[in-house]
């Protein structure tokens, strides 16, 4: 539902809305009012909720409540909220526990399994509010579709974001195929605790990523690689709420997981240290690290894998600080860097590629130079504003970000905006200015 306009200044497109009258998160927002007016009609929600975060049934779809609805549980506070909203909603929710991990990899790292206690929040929750729980086994899935992904990328030197990969071929991917066949025809959406909104079109059954309210936690960016079947199908009821406003609902629900601490780290890890996943699927290589500017061997390192770009700790240099500032794959060669913040080695551009396009009717535009947009290159609150430039054949182009970003490397991924609308990602494949 895009046009392109000409900035009569930059000469760049500019994107603009054409079919719809307004943007989504507009239309997010005005839901409040239709909501409000739904919700004040049902006796069966509870009150509390509604006085003290009024926002926080905006993301459940409550104007077409009753729907089935699988719920997405890990064990950790954001899932059991929205878990707890939908069933305040008016939902028929039945939970779902994907049980991923693969302990027996590492069963020597760990003493208990590290699903164990997750399971057991989940359960203790679901029972709690009189829900259902189902443990799905995907760990064959998850194993090929997102760790042995990850690993191919370490090994040719790039950074994996195997969180993207856990939602578009697991969560939202592996977990619709059992459903489909488990359970046809049983549910009208998958739910899940991630901060994001979907901005549904019901005539059109168009649908469209947009920012969640909390702009530090909000997970549009590992969304990003969903298409418009797999967004259509998913509801996110924290997509309203900050963090802080979860806790609050948690705790005022008196839900088992009030008090549990979010995870952190890579999502197939759990327990185990990067290194150490490293070290037991690609082994050890020595090789040098070598001085960018003099070619002078510094030290030996135990494969370039075990290294990042804009590395500074684990590096066991002295005189620094040292950052590594590139990888050469066929030497196996780690290069560093005192001067890594110089402007001769500014990160502001790159070329993409793999794209993943939300939004069929971007996907189909005729772009043609530069266009504006803004852009974000990991999961947080940053975001730049960039232009965009399509290659002829459309399979790579070429991001200029408006400012610098030294963590810049090749494997991650570049998530693509519209205002609050998330366009859809690529893949970061090389500098242009690095």
């Not at 075990?306 to 620094?320: A, K």
Request: aromatic fraction near 10%; include cysteine.
């Amino acid at each position: 539902a895009f046009r392109t306009t000409r900035n009569a200044r930059t000469g760049h497109q500019e994107l603009s809305t054409s079919k719809r009258e307004s943007v989504p998160a507009r239309r997010c927002i005005g839901r409040r009012t239709r909501v409000d007016e739904r919700v004040a009609q049902r006796s069966d929600l509870q009150p509390s909720v509604l006085q003290d975060w009024p926002g926080a049934l905006l993301g459940c779809e409550v104007e077409r409540a009753p729907l089935d609805v699988a719920v997405l549980l890990s064990g950790g506070v954001d899932s059991s909220v929205a878990l707890e909203l939908l069933h305040r909603a008016g939902h028929r929710c039945t939970a779902f526990y994907l049980k991923i991990w693969f302990q027996e990899d590492f069963r020597n790292f760990w003493d208990n399994c590290p699903w164990e206690d997750d399971l057991a929040y989940a359960e203790e929750t679901c029972k709690r509010l009189g829900v259902k729980l189902n443990v799905v086994p995907l760990t064959n899935e998850y194993w090929e579709m997102v760790v042995e992904d990850s690993i191919r990328e370490i090994k040719q030197g790039r950074t994996p974001n195997p969180d993207m990969m856990c939602n578009s071929r697991i969560k939202f991917g592996a977990f619709y195929a059992h459903i489909a066949k488990e359970h046809p025809n049983e549910f009208d959406r998958v739910a899940s605790g991630h901060y994001a909104r979907v901005a549904r079109d019901y005539k059109s059954d168009e649908v469209e990523l947009v920012l969640s309210s909390d702009t530090l936690k909000d997970q549009t960016y590992f969304l990003a690689h969903l298409n418009q079947k797999q967004l259509s199908l998913a509801m996110f009821p924290l997509g309203y709420l900050t963090k802080s406003e979860v806790r609050q609902v948690a705790e005022a629900a008196d839900l088992p997981t009030k008090d549990r601490k979010d995870s952190q780290g890579i999502c197939f890890l759990g327990k185990v240290k990067f290194k150490e996943f490293v070290a037991e699927h690609l082994g050890k290589c020595p090789g040098h690290i070598v001085e960018e500017e003099t070619s002078t061997v510094l030290g030996q390192h135990d494969g370039y894998w075990f290294h990042t770009i804009g590395q500074r700790q684990g590096l066991g240099l002295s005189h620094g600080p040292w950052y590594v500032v590139r990888k050469d794959i066929p030497s196996n060669t780690v290069y560093v860097s005192k001067n890594y913040y110089s402007e001769d080695k500014r990160r502001d551009a790159f070329v993409c590629g793999q794209f993943n396009w939300i939004d069929e009717d971007f996907d189909s535009m005729s772009l043609v130079g530069m266009v504006d947009l803004q852009c974000k290159v990991r999961h947080g609150a940053r975001m730049y504003d960039c232009t965009f430039k399509l290659s002829p054949n459309r399979d790579q182009g070429e991001v200029f970000l408006q400012e610098d970003d030294q963590g810049l490397a090749a494997g991650q991924y570049a998530v693509f905006y519209h205002n609050s609308v998330c366009l859809g990602s690529a893949k970061i494949l090389g500098a242009l200015s690095w």
